[in-house]
Protein backbone atom coordinates (compact mmCIF):
# COMPACT_ATOMS: atom_id res chain seq x y z
CA UNK A 1 0.00 0.00 0.00
CA UNK A 2 1.38 3.36 -0.95
CA UNK A 3 -1.15 5.38 1.34
CA UNK A 4 -1.94 8.42 0.09
CA UNK A 5 0.51 9.81 -2.49
CA UNK A 6 0.72 13.77 -3.65
CA UNK A 7 2.44 15.54 -6.54
CA UNK A 8 4.32 17.28 -7.10
CA UNK A 9 6.51 17.98 -3.78
CA UNK A 10 7.10 21.36 -4.73
CA UNK A 11 5.88 23.62 -7.39
CA UNK A 12 6.67 27.57 -8.08
CA UNK A 13 4.06 29.69 -10.40
CA UNK A 14 3.98 33.17 -11.54
CA UNK A 15 0.64 35.31 -10.28
CA UNK A 16 -2.16 33.83 -13.24
CA UNK A 17 -0.67 30.89 -14.01
CA UNK A 18 -3.16 27.68 -13.48
CA UNK A 19 -2.11 24.32 -12.25
CA UNK A 20 -3.62 21.00 -10.19
CA UNK A 21 -2.40 19.24 -7.55
CA UNK A 22 -2.88 15.49 -7.93
CA UNK A 23 -3.98 13.19 -4.93
CA UNK A 24 -4.31 9.54 -5.22
CA UNK A 25 -5.29 6.62 -2.58
CA UNK A 26 -5.09 3.21 -2.53
CA UNK A 27 -6.94 2.15 0.66
CA UNK A 28 -10.41 2.54 -1.24
CA UNK A 29 -11.97 5.21 1.12
CA UNK A 30 -14.62 7.18 0.44
CA UNK A 31 -13.71 10.20 2.32
CA UNK A 32 -10.90 12.38 0.72
CA UNK A 33 -10.33 16.27 1.98
CA UNK A 34 -7.45 18.67 0.65
CA UNK A 35 -6.06 21.21 3.19
CA UNK A 36 -3.71 23.90 3.40
CA UNK A 37 -1.50 24.88 6.08
CA UNK A 38 -0.11 28.02 7.04
CA UNK A 39 1.82 28.81 9.95
CA UNK A 40 -0.15 29.88 12.80
CA UNK A 41 -3.44 28.76 11.61
CA UNK A 42 -3.30 25.28 11.37
CA UNK A 43 -4.92 22.92 9.06
CA UNK A 44 -7.69 24.85 6.99
CA UNK A 45 -10.39 22.56 5.00
CA UNK A 46 -10.58 24.11 1.38
CA UNK A 47 -12.63 20.74 -0.23
CA UNK A 48 -14.08 17.67 0.46
CA UNK A 49 -15.75 14.61 -1.25
CA UNK A 50 -17.93 11.81 0.61
CA UNK A 51 -17.48 9.75 -2.69
CA UNK A 52 -17.26 9.59 -6.33
CA UNK A 53 -19.38 12.17 -8.11
CA UNK A 54 -19.90 13.94 -4.68
CA UNK A 55 -17.58 17.21 -3.70
CA UNK A 56 -18.44 19.82 -1.02
CA UNK A 57 -16.48 23.36 0.28
CA UNK A 58 -14.88 23.49 3.28
CA UNK A 59 -13.89 26.75 4.63
CA UNK A 60 -11.25 28.51 2.47
CA UNK A 61 -12.86 27.10 -1.38
CA UNK A 62 -12.49 30.53 -3.10
CA UNK A 63 -9.71 30.10 -6.32
CA UNK A 64 -9.32 26.27 -5.86
CA UNK A 65 -11.74 23.89 -7.72
CA UNK A 66 -11.91 20.01 -7.38
CA UNK A 67 -13.61 17.02 -9.02
CA UNK A 68 -13.91 13.20 -7.88
CA UNK A 69 -14.73 10.81 -10.98
CA UNK A 70 -13.06 7.71 -9.16
CA UNK A 71 -12.27 7.00 -5.50
CA UNK A 72 -8.08 6.69 -5.82
CA UNK A 73 -8.29 10.09 -7.51
CA UNK A 74 -9.21 13.50 -6.28
CA UNK A 75 -7.32 16.34 -7.99
CA UNK A 76 -7.11 20.23 -6.79
CA UNK A 77 -7.02 22.64 -9.60
CA UNK A 78 -5.86 26.60 -9.01
CA UNK A 79 -7.25 28.51 -11.92
CA UNK A 80 -5.64 31.67 -11.73
CA UNK A 81 -2.43 31.29 -9.19
CA UNK A 82 -2.26 34.30 -6.54
CA UNK A 83 0.45 35.10 -3.97
CA UNK A 84 -1.91 34.35 -1.26
CA UNK A 85 -2.24 30.98 -2.22
CA UNK A 86 1.52 30.21 -1.45
CA UNK A 87 1.24 27.48 1.24
CA UNK A 88 1.54 23.73 1.82
CA UNK A 89 -1.40 22.04 0.60
CA UNK A 90 -2.06 17.95 2.09
CA UNK A 91 -4.15 15.97 0.75
CA UNK A 92 -6.22 13.24 3.45
CA UNK A 93 -8.49 10.53 3.02
CA UNK A 94 -10.62 8.42 5.60
CA UNK A 95 -12.44 4.85 5.70
CA UNK A 96 -16.16 6.65 6.94
CA UNK A 97 -16.25 10.27 7.95
CA UNK A 98 -14.73 13.00 9.91
CA UNK A 99 -15.09 10.44 13.51
CA UNK A 100 -12.41 8.24 11.65
CA UNK A 101 -8.88 8.47 11.40
CA UNK A 102 -7.52 10.14 8.26
CA UNK A 103 -4.70 9.61 6.68
CA UNK A 104 -2.50 12.56 5.04
CA UNK A 105 -0.24 12.77 2.42
CA UNK A 106 3.41 14.15 2.15
CA UNK A 107 1.99 17.05 1.18
CA UNK A 108 2.91 19.84 -1.93
CA UNK A 109 4.55 23.16 -0.86
CA UNK A 110 3.64 26.22 -3.34
CA UNK A 111 5.12 29.11 -3.69
CA UNK A 112 2.98 32.10 -6.00
CA UNK A 113 5.79 34.87 -7.62
CA UNK B 1 -18.34 28.42 16.23
CA UNK B 2 -16.57 25.03 16.78
CA UNK B 3 -12.95 25.72 17.43
CA UNK B 4 -9.76 24.47 18.84
CA UNK B 5 -7.06 26.32 21.30
CA UNK B 6 -4.07 24.86 21.80
CA UNK B 7 -1.00 26.51 23.71
CA UNK B 8 1.31 28.68 21.39
CA UNK B 9 4.45 27.23 21.02
CA UNK B 10 7.90 26.40 20.27
CA UNK B 11 8.24 24.04 23.83
CA UNK B 12 11.59 23.65 24.02
CA UNK B 13 12.36 20.48 26.71
CA UNK B 14 15.12 18.27 27.77
CA UNK B 15 15.34 14.66 26.83
CA UNK B 16 13.31 12.80 29.84
CA UNK B 17 11.51 16.01 30.58
CA UNK B 18 7.62 16.14 31.28
CA UNK B 19 5.61 17.07 28.94
CA UNK B 20 2.27 18.95 28.90
CA UNK B 21 0.52 20.20 25.32
CA UNK B 22 -2.92 22.41 26.34
CA UNK B 23 -5.83 22.29 24.09
CA UNK B 24 -8.97 23.64 24.60
CA UNK B 25 -12.36 23.40 22.34
CA UNK B 26 -15.40 25.15 21.68
CA UNK B 27 -17.95 22.32 20.29
CA UNK B 28 -21.89 22.81 20.08
CA UNK B 29 -22.16 19.08 19.99
CA UNK B 30 -20.45 15.74 21.45
CA UNK B 31 -17.52 15.99 19.47
CA UNK B 32 -14.33 13.18 19.03
CA UNK B 33 -11.41 14.86 19.90
CA UNK B 34 -7.82 13.62 18.25
CA UNK B 35 -3.89 14.66 18.41
CA UNK B 36 -1.77 14.45 15.20
CA UNK B 37 1.55 14.72 14.70
CA UNK B 38 3.70 16.18 11.96
CA UNK B 39 7.18 15.32 12.20
CA UNK B 40 9.65 17.20 9.56
CA UNK B 41 8.78 17.47 5.93
CA UNK B 42 5.96 14.57 6.36
CA UNK B 43 2.24 15.17 6.28
CA UNK B 44 -0.09 14.70 9.36
CA UNK B 45 -0.28 11.35 11.16
CA UNK B 46 -3.09 10.08 14.45
CA UNK B 47 -1.24 10.07 17.43
CA UNK B 48 -4.30 8.77 19.72
CA UNK B 49 -7.84 9.72 19.59
CA UNK B 50 -10.98 9.29 22.55
CA UNK B 51 -14.90 9.62 21.51
CA UNK B 52 -16.47 10.50 24.63
CA UNK B 53 -16.21 12.01 27.72
CA UNK B 54 -13.66 10.16 30.20
CA UNK B 55 -12.07 8.35 27.44
CA UNK B 56 -7.96 8.22 27.51
CA UNK B 57 -6.03 7.81 24.48
CA UNK B 58 -3.21 6.95 24.77
CA UNK B 59 -0.13 5.67 21.69
CA UNK B 60 3.99 5.65 22.26
CA UNK B 61 3.91 7.03 25.39
CA UNK B 62 1.64 9.87 24.72
CA UNK B 63 -1.79 10.08 26.84
CA UNK B 64 -4.75 12.56 26.39
CA UNK B 65 -8.36 12.53 28.64
CA UNK B 66 -11.50 13.96 26.91
CA UNK B 67 -12.63 16.12 29.99
CA UNK B 68 -16.08 17.23 29.31
CA UNK B 69 -16.51 19.24 32.03
CA UNK B 70 -13.42 21.55 31.50
CA UNK B 71 -13.42 21.23 27.82
CA UNK B 72 -9.85 19.56 27.47
CA UNK B 73 -7.80 17.57 25.93
CA UNK B 74 -4.25 18.08 27.15
CA UNK B 75 -1.37 16.15 25.56
CA UNK B 76 0.73 14.13 28.25
CA UNK B 77 4.12 12.29 27.98
CA UNK B 78 6.10 10.78 31.13
CA UNK B 79 9.54 11.25 29.38
CA UNK B 80 10.37 12.88 26.25
CA UNK B 81 12.95 11.98 23.17
CA UNK B 82 14.66 13.55 20.94
CA UNK B 83 12.74 11.60 18.48
CA UNK B 84 9.34 13.29 19.79
CA UNK B 85 10.34 16.78 18.27
CA UNK B 86 7.68 17.31 16.01
CA UNK B 87 4.59 19.83 16.10
CA UNK B 88 1.63 18.33 17.54
CA UNK B 89 -1.87 19.44 16.57
CA UNK B 90 -5.03 18.87 18.57
CA UNK B 91 -8.72 18.49 16.53
CA UNK B 92 -12.12 18.24 16.86
CA UNK B 93 -14.43 16.33 14.55
CA UNK B 94 -18.17 16.48 15.03
CA UNK B 95 -20.86 13.30 14.70
CA UNK B 96 -22.16 13.17 11.85
CA UNK B 97 -20.17 15.51 9.92
CA UNK B 98 -17.80 15.87 7.43
CA UNK B 99 -15.15 18.23 8.36
CA UNK B 100 -12.41 18.58 11.25
CA UNK B 101 -11.38 21.17 13.00
CA UNK B 102 -7.39 21.57 13.79
CA UNK B 103 -5.92 23.79 16.24
CA UNK B 104 -2.71 25.85 15.36
CA UNK B 105 -0.05 23.28 16.10
CA UNK B 106 2.52 23.46 18.94
CA UNK B 107 6.31 22.90 17.82
CA UNK B 108 8.01 21.05 20.02
CA UNK B 109 11.54 20.41 20.49
CA UNK B 110 13.25 18.20 22.59
CA UNK B 111 17.18 18.66 23.73
CA UNK B 112 19.75 15.92 24.03
Known amino acids: NAGVTQTPKFQVLKTGQSMTLQCAQDMNHEYMSWYRQDPGMGLRLIHYSVGAGITDQGEVPNGYNVSRSTTEDFPLRLLSAAPSQTSVYFC????????????FGPGTRLLVL | GDSVTQMEGPVTLSEEAFLTINCTYT??????LFWYVQYPGEGLQLLLK?????DKGSNKGFEATYRKETTSFHLEKGSVQVSDSAVYFCALALTGGFKTIFGAGTRLFVKA
Open chain 2, 50 to 54: ATKAD
Open chain 1, 92 to 103: ASSYGGNQETQY
Open chain 2, 27 to 32: ATGYPS
